[in-house]
């Protein structure tokens, strides 16, 4: 079992849709969550940083954490085209980027 | 600063060879972190410094490969002997660590292609 599993898509909704990607992790030790996109060829671009269990809100991303379920989720409000995207869920124990373990990323697909 | 700033964009070398990245992090940022992705993965870690200090280093991080930061500002990838194996994005990234870390910010990566 890899330390953090994430589904690779793609996920294809329409335009306006709530969309709800998820990662499901086993390393308890992890304290902080990030979710990332990435266009095609390019670095990944910070969306949210969270730190332990809970609820952050940033325009229509809405990231939660649930620690005793070892489940993260990112939803994304009103999706628009230009949300296409992969997007990666990624977590550590002590915040940064050292020892940060990525998912393999969900390809998500906004179709106009 | 408008951000972490990688060079070159993109490298075709031949097996054999040896190639140098170099990143520039935010400038305000102690930390600063190389991963390597591969298609359809998300990046792996290799290495990072704190400063001028290289505090970790992945296994992934053969002998073939060697980072520095001399002067806790930019830093540099080398690799030597590349092998088709080694073809991948290069990604660097920064932060800021104080009492914490802040998130990291990444660059726009380095495609390395090696034929």
């Known amino acids: 079992q890899k330390e953090v599993e994430q589904d690779p898509g793609p996920l294809s909704v329409p335009e306006g849709a709530i969309v709800s990607l998820n990662c499901t992790y086993s390393?308890?030790?992890?304290?902080?969550f990030m979710w990332y996109r990435q266009y095609s060829r390019k670095g990944p671009e910070l969306l949210m940083y969270?730190?332990?269990?809970g609820n952050k809100e940033d325009g229509r991303f809405t990231a939660q954490v649930d620690k005793s379920s070892k489940y993260i989720s990112l939803f994304i409000r009103d999706s628009q085209p230009s949300d296409s995207a992969t997007y990666l869920c990624?977590?550590?124990?002590?915040?940064?980027?050292?020892?940060?373990?990525f998912g393999k990323g969900t390809h998500l697909i906004i179709q106009p | 600063d408008t951000g972490v700033s990688q060079n070159p964009r993109h490298k075709i070398t031949k097996r054999g060879q040896n190639v140098t990245f170099r990143c520039d992090p935010i400038s305000e940022h102690n930390r600063l972190y190389w991963y390597r992705q591969t298609l359809g993965q998300g990046p792996e870690f290799l290495t990072y410094?704190?400063?001028?200090?290289?505090?970790?280093k992945s296994r992934l991080l053969s002998d073939r490969f060697s980072a520095e930061r001399p002067k806790g500002s930019f830093s540099t990838l080398e690799i030597q002997r590349t092998e088709q194996g080694d073809s991948a994005m290069y990604l660097c990234?920064?932060?800021?660590?104080?009492?914490?870390?802040?998130?990291?910010?990444f660059g726009q990566g380095t495609r390395l292609t090696v034929v």
């Open positions: 390393n308890s030790a992890f304290q902080y």
């Open positions: 990624a977590m550590s124990a002590q915040g940064g980027a050292d020892g940060l373990t």
């Open positions: 969270t730190y332990s269990s």
């Open positions: 990234a920064s932060s800021l660590h104080a009492v914490v870390n802040t998130e990291a910010f």
């Open positions: 410094f704190q400063n001028e200090a290289q505090l970790e």
